[in-house]
Structures are given as C-alpha cells and as structure tokens.
C-alpha cells in the first residue's frame, strides 16, 4: 500500500511539472523583464469571509498518538550542511496545571532508523532530548511543562535522493510509521523543484485547505514565515480570546495556551514528517513569560541551522543553488547589533557561482499596501534594505499581513530593476479574518504616530519625501510598487528553472489545488544588478 502510494505521488509530481512547461511553451506568465505592470487589486470574494472556525482538536482522536510515548509531531528540517537533514518529535504527553511533574528526557531513546528508499532502514542515527516550560508568575494561570522533545541529526546523505525513515525509542518499541523525504540537490545548477511558502497558518478550517492543497502539489522544500500556531490568543481554558482577556493584572505578560501547539505540531505533521521545514518567528511567537523569557515554544519545538549566526531568530542555509537568508523583525536589528553584523558577513560570503538566487524572508513586510500593519517595519527597512540591494537579494517572503500582495521590482519606494520582488503570503489559516481595507483607499490612512516598532523600539513613519506621494504618509491610489494584491486564504510556491529564471504562483483556497491566481517568472540580471 505504502509503494503504491508513493508511486501514485511520483506520477502526480511528473504531471505537474509536465503542466509547468506547457505554461512555458505556451508564454502564460509574464516576466519581470516586461514590468513594472499596472497595480491590480483583485475584489474580494465576499464568499469565503466570514467567521474563522478552529478545528475540534480536543475530540478529535487521530491527532493523538495510539500508544505511549510512540513519536507524534514528527518534522524535518535543513542543516547548514548539504548531507544532513534533521529529524525532530514529540513523545510524551504535555502537562499543564499548577502540580506537575516533568517527564525525565533521558526514559526515552531518540534514535533515527533511516536508509535509501527501498533499500532497507538499515542505518541508524541517535540525537538528544529535552523538555521545556511556560511559567507564569500569576497564580491564576496554568503552568505547562512539553512532552519530551527528540532531535537527532542524520548525516551523510546523497543529495537529490529519496529516503525512508523511522524515529522513535526501538527499545520500548515505540516507533513512528515510516515516512519519506528527498534530499536536496547539489548546486549550483541544481534547485529543488518546488519551494512552498506561507505564513500566518493557526489551526483553523482554513489551514486544513492550505496544508492539504500544498501537499498535493508536492513541495521539497517549505517555508513558513512566522504566525505558525496562534496559541498566545487562546486563554487557559483553551478558547479563543481577545488580548484584553488574555493579559493578567499588574503585568505586562500575556497568557498563551502551549496546548495549542502540540495540537497544531500533530495536524502539520501531515507535511512536516515528509517535507524539511523551515520557520521564522513571528510576533504570536514571542509569547513572554516569567523572568521576560520570549520565543521559548519556537526555539525548543524547531531545528535550526544557526550554528554560524548563533541564534535561532536569524540564520541562513543552502537549497540546491538558492542561498536563504531568514531575518529576526523582533530581536536587534540596527547597524550596531549582532544580525545586521553577521547578515554583513553571510552575505560577504555567498558565492552567486555556487548559489545563485539569494532569497530573504522575515515576517512583517515592507511594501504592503494593507491597512493592517502599514509600515510597522518602517525602522528595519531603513536599516537593513540598502544592504540586501547592495548584495542583490532576488525574492523576498513576508508574512504578517493577512493577505497576499506582490510588488514589482523595488528599492526605497521607488520602481528599480535591480530591486527584490517583495511577496507577503500571509494567510495561510489564520485565527482571524482576512485582511480588506487597503491604506490608499479613502479615510483608511494610518496616523503615522500610531505606526512605531512596538517591539523594538523607534518611530520611522515618517511622510514621503518625493514620487507621486510626496508630503503624505500614504498613497492616495494603489502604489505603482504594488503590481498584485488579493485578499484570499491560500499560499505559494516557488520554481527555480535556472539560474536566471523561477516561475512563482499564488494558488488561493477556494481554486483548485493545481489552479494558479497569479504567476509570473522573476527573471535575474546577473550583468546588469549587483550580484
């Protein structure tokens, strides 16, 4: 059942990369050689708005594991090395209440049975375990301890190979099924096929669309740029709630119900266990707790390949011939601290002859045209956008937004051929509606002095100083940075051709999973732009 699964998913791959090039052949997609275009707002689909409804996590019996400490939450991820991927789980139950007791990491074994595909699981890998802990310091919420936390690092494979793998504790037994995930090619002339992107995703209906229609489109490799389960908006009781009713007395704490994430790690494991996964935070990843501790849940539930950056809110890697550079919007990010000063030397440091495409990703995005969060990342583009240009960073992914929107080619608000494609994916799921309202539209303009880095620190909304919106703090019509923009749940993936053209496609929710909305191939300029 399983070979006869995994050949149907081989044949399904071969037709959607044959439909890719009759695109091709046919001339459908524009490319950027042929912008900037002509701003396109999109009306909204007044039909699939309404009220986000949560998945029934708490009675539904498959996201729970069927036998004790057998691996749930399974998730891969890259290493900075092209032979070694990570493998992480779960085994355990999570506690939650004010008298508990953790699980000891070291009951468990966390060992990697893994091999070529067919061939036998015959090598093995062991790693390290590990647990975490939200504390509050309000007696009326509920402290929570994980389950214990397995990775393990398997090194030594070939590049563009298809895998099989177990995990889990051989000796209990209590091991996961088997599950399978492709290596990634070696540069340069080599990309994965197919590189999916999204951010804001929560646990609701419309994250079981997303998810279940990225699958089917086969990624080897995703991207998951921050608002990944939204459990700082669910309250102790495990109910969604608003900010107000979640924040304690006399503290500047909020709750956050880590429940939620152990529901989220088993629903996503549907892509994570077989597709290597990468994340950056968001700010509903913060989540402060005791002794102003930030981030805990994503630094301990993910891999990271930080070892160079030496921390897991920014870090880079290597697909095939794709450099990715993963920023932090919500750790220091000035000419003076510690990211911009390695992003200087990793950038130094790439070889466009070995990676030639150079894409960046973090959350809060820097051309959204959305009322929502309009220019809240103002200070970091004006700290860091002039040494991605310098570097000739390609594509950039944002999230934040609940909404898609994809800019022509830009540098400092102004038309540039040089200048990234700017893409925000981020309505993935969500806990919340859509997004609708854009700045430009009448009485939509935000006060700038309600637009500072409240997270940071520091206030850059000033107005515009030339160009068509010059002395104003928004356009008064869609900007002509802004080429596409769309309020619809969905998602998108990204194809690397060569090493001068990538096919991008938006694919919304309420279309079929093999139905693009918007596509067009990005096209570098290696002689004419900085590289």
């Given at each position: 059942m399983v070979l006869a699964v995994e050949s149907l998913n081989r044949l399904l791959h071969c037709w959607i990369l044959l439909i890719s090039l009759i695109f091709v052949v046919n001339g459908q997609f524009p490319t950027t050689l042929e912008g900037p275009f002509k701003p396109v707002t999109v009306p909204v689909n007044y039909s699939i708005i309404g009220q986000v409804t949560s998945l029934p996590v708490d009675d539904n019996p498959p996201l729970s594991p069927e036998i004790e400490f057998q691996p749930q939450q399974i998730s891969l991820s890259l290493s900075s090395d092209l032979s070694s991927v990570w493998v992480s789980w779960i085994t355990g139950e999570y506690q939650i209440g004010d008298d508990i007791e953790p699980l000891d990491p070291q009951s468990v074994a966390s060992v990697v049975q893994y091999g070529v595909y067919k061939s036998g699981r015959n090598n093995l890998a062991a790693g390290s375990s590990f647990i975490y802990s939200q504390q509050y310091p309000n007696e009326d919420l509920n402290n929570y301890t994980s389950g214990i936390i397995h990775r393990v690092l398997v090194t030594g494979l070939d590049p563009d190979t298809m895998y099989e793998y177990q995990c889990g504790d051989p000796s209990i037994p209590a091991m996961s099924e088997v599950h399978y995930f492709r290596t990634m090619p070696s540069p340069p002339k080599d990309y994965p096929s197919r590189v999916a992107v999204v951010g804001g995703l929560g646990l609701t209906y419309n994250t079981s669309t997303t998810i279940s229609h990225m699958a089917a489109n086969h990624p080897d490799l995703a991207l998951l740029v921050g608002d990944l389960s939204f459990a700082d908006l669910y309250c102790k009781n495990g109910t969604l709630c608003d900010f107000q009713n979640c924040s304690f007395p006399q503290s500047p704490l909020q709750e956050t119900y880590q429940p939620r994430w152990d529901h989220w790690g088993r629903f996503m494991q549907i892509l994570t266990a077989t597709v290597p996964t990468m994340v950056i935070e968001g700010d509903h990843e913060i989540e402060k707790q005791a002794d102003n501790l930030t981030f805990t849940a994503y630094d301990y539930r993910f891999a990271f390949p930080s070892d160079e950056s030496g921390s897991t809110l920014y870090y880079s890697f290597n697909a095939g011939g794709i450099h990715f550079v993963m920023l932090g919007a919500y750790v220091p990010y000035d000419k003076s601290s510690d990211q911009y000063k390695w992003l200087e030397r990793d950038l130094f440091n790439v070889?466009?002859?070995?990676?030639?495409?150079?894409?960046?990703?973090?959350?809060?995005?820097?051309?959204?045209?959305?009322?929502?969060?309009?220019?809240?990342?103002?200070?970091?583009?004006?700290?860091?956008?002039?040494?991605?240009?310098?570097?000739?960073?390609?594509?950039?992914?944002n999230g934040h937004v609940k909404a898609y929107e994809r800019s022509n080619r830009v540098?400092?608000?102004?038309?540039?051929?040089?200048?990234?494609?700017?893409?925000?994916?981020?309505?993935?799921?969500?806990?919340?509606?859509?997004?609708?309202?854009?700045?430009?539209?009448?009485?939509?303009?935000?006060?700038?002095?309600?637009?500072?880095?409240?997270?940071?620190?520091?206030?850059?909304?000033?107005?515009?100083?030339?160009?068509?919106?010059?002395?104003?703090?928004?356009?008064?019509?869609?900007?002509?940075?802004?080429?596409?923009?769309?309020?619809?749940?969905?998602?998108?993936?990204?194809?690397?051709?060569?090493?001068?053209?990538?096919?991008?496609?938006?694919?919304?929710?309420?279309?079929?999973?093999?139905?693009?909305?918007?596509?067009?191939?990005?096209?570098?300029?290696?002689?004419?732009?900085?590289?």
């Open positions: 070889n466009r002859s070995v990676t030639p495409w150079l894409v960046a990703a973090w959350h809060p995005p820097w051309y959204s045209t959305y009322k929502d969060h309009y220019r809240e990342a103002e200070c970091m583009r004006v700290q860091m956008e002039e040494l991605l240009y310098k570097h000739g960073v390609d594509i950039v992914f540098y400092n608000y102004t038309l540039d051929p040089c200048g990234p494609v700017h893409i925000t994916v981020g309505s993935g799921g969500n806990e919340m509606n859509l997004t609708l309202e854009h700045a430009d539209e009448p009485g939509n303009c935000p006060d700038p002095s309600n637009t500072p880095d409240r997270f940071m620190g520091g206030f850059c909304g000033f107005n515009f100083t030339s160009g068509p919106a010059a002395g104003n703090f928004c356009w008064n019509e869609q900007p002509e940075y802004s080429a596409y923009r769309e309020s619809s749940f969905g998602y998108g993936i990204l194809e690397v051709k060569n090493q001068t053209h990538a096919l991008w496609m938006w694919y919304r929710n309420q279309d079929r999973y093999s139905v693009g909305a918007d596509g067009i191939y990005i096209v570098r300029q290696p002689d004419r732009c900085p590289s």
